[in-house]
């Protein structure tokens, strides 16, 4: 029998997101509304009382939750959501153990050893930063290193994942990890939770997101497959 590892947070009403400081120094909050949009009383007259649906409503931003960033979020001209494809998504996997790395600091090429093999793969940094989720710490995080994104990049890799918000430190307006990976097609997955469940094991990792046109990032349901 396969076994599946789920690695997404709840998707759920009034959700973590992030928190966005503008100029005027108000804050511009990222979450999820979820609500009825026909519910089942409101549906049960249209069936002559034999069968009740409800019709649920989402409102949400696309960097909200687990989700996959494309090359377009970063770039207007590279590929939106819909344009990638089904194999850039389902990838054999390599999680990193980084936990212990501080807030605001950020981890560097010595977390690569020679037992990994990169190239062609998903490769996910369990920085053990999901056990803040929901909380203020959350928004405080380490993240992957400038020497480090050119290692993965010139390994081959094919997707980077992080169970933090930002693969990027919120400090660097450049936002290296986004800019460097994006631009090579390498695609980034964050807010993963329970990375620890698979060391010591192989595994395929899917993050596949709707086909949804025009747009830039969109949550998904990621989990990995333990071959």
């Not at 997707?159 to 307006?173: A, E, Q, Y």
């Not at 964050?190 to 698979?198: A, K, Q, W």
């Not at 899917?206 to 025009?214: E, S, Y």
Request: proline content about 4%.
């Amino acid at each position: 029998m396969k076994k599946f590892i789920d690695l997404s947070h709840d998707f759920e009403d009034n959700m973590p997101g992030f928190k966005i400081k503008n100029e005027d120094g108000s804050v511009t909050q990222y979450t999820a509304h979820i609500h009825p949009f026909v519910t089942h009383e409101q549906s049960l007259p249209k069936y002559q009382g034999k069968a009740a649906f409800e019709i649920t409503e989402i409102l949400f931003q696309t960097s909200v939750g687990t989700y996959l960033d494309s090359p377009y979020h970063r770039y207007p001209e590279l590929r939106d959501i819909s344009e990638i494809k089904i194999d850039e998504v389902i990838l054999e996997g390599v999680v990193i153990d980084v936990r212990g790395i501080e807030k605001f600091n950020c981890v560097d090429i010595d977390v690569i050893t020679e037992e990994f093999d990169l190239k062609g793969k998903a490769v996910l940094f369990n920085f053990g930063w999901d056990k803040y989720w929901g909380q203020e710490e959350y928004y405080e995080y380490p993240y992957i290193s400038e020497r480090l994104i050119e290692y993965l990049i010139n390994s081959g890799v094919k997707l980077v994942g992080v169970d933090t918000i930002n693969v990027d430190s919120s400090k660097i307006m450049e936002r290296p990890a986004h800019t460097r990976f994006l631009k090579n097609g390498i695609l980034i997955v964050e807010n993963l939770t329970g990375l620890e469940n698979l060391y010591g094991k192989k595994f395929r990792f899917f993050a596949v997101p709707l086909k949804a046109k025009k747009v830039a990032a969109l949550p998904i349901r990621a989990f990995a497959e333990v071959l």
